[in-house]
């Protein structure tokens, strides 16, 4: 079973990378952007067929090792 | 006095520190992160360098290695833990202290000196030191100290901040902020502080004509304290 996750910066955190982005792209003529914040994509395949039972590992491995909790939002997207 | 320093794939400032630790007295053993338990130390370092190739984030590899659980196990028990750079970043990583080290402000890898002031000498690393102000080197690319308000506020309270950026007076003001940090922070303790996470090299500064002598004042008094 393959589950993807999205690890995103909170709201309140400075993200450089993501400004530069948005005054390159500015640059480039893509002018009616509010703001570029970038984050992380992971996609675990995982032996475990139970969609929720995989579910909580993965949610378990995000609190754990995937994202830190204060800088960082997790996001799980699909189960399949 | 006994110290180790923990080396990990991709460190790159522990033999530095084990000539520094040896310089001022200590017996230094170096310890490999998938060693399972570390030797009877007064003092474990974790050194600078870019530990698993910084992947993920800073420290964060590093953090979950087989030696770290004994080493947040003699944290907890009240042992003399100190962080430098990389082991900073691999030190809030655990969790020991509080916050993270995020990317520099304007994104550039920062390599020069700077002067440090240090907030708190109620402690058994900068107990006694004459110094007020020390000119250390800095070498990194996520040093930019964050908390949230909380922690801000928590931190301050139990007065854990160790040191922060400044002028070679002494002030704190963010003209002498390389990286971002918030309120100029540089270091911090754990609450008991014994526990200390900090960016700048103090085992890079113990040499008159190569460097400065900041660092051996630094060194000298910590071992002084220990004894």
Known sequence: ?80 | MKSAVITFPGSNCDRDMDVALKKFGFKNKMVWHQDVELPKSDLVVLPGGFSYGDYLRCGSMASKSKIMQSVINFANSGGMVMGICNGFQILVETGLVPGVLLRNKYLEFICKNVFVKINNKDNAYFRKISKNVLELHIAHNEGNYFCTNDQLKEIEDNTQVAINYCDPEGKIEEPFNPNGSIKNIAGIFNKEKNVLGMMPHPERMIDHSLSGEDGSHFFNNLINNLK
Not at chain 1, 2 to 9: A, D, E, F, Y
Not at chain 1, 17 to 25: D, E, T
Not at chain 1, 35 to 57: H, L, M, N, S
């Open chain 1, 1 to 80: 079973m393959k589950i993807s996750v999205v690890i995103t910066l909170k709201k309140d955190v400075l993200d450089p990378q993501g400004k530069v982005i948005h005054q390159a792209l500015d640059g480039m003529g893509f002018d009616d952007i509010n703001e570029v914040r970038q984050g992380k994509y992971f996609e675990i395949d995982t032996k475990e067929t139970d969609p929720k039972k995989a579910k909580d590992k993965v949610e378990e491995m995000c609190k754990k090792l995937l994202a830190n909790l204060v800088i960082e939002n997790y996001k799980i997207i699909d189960a399949q």
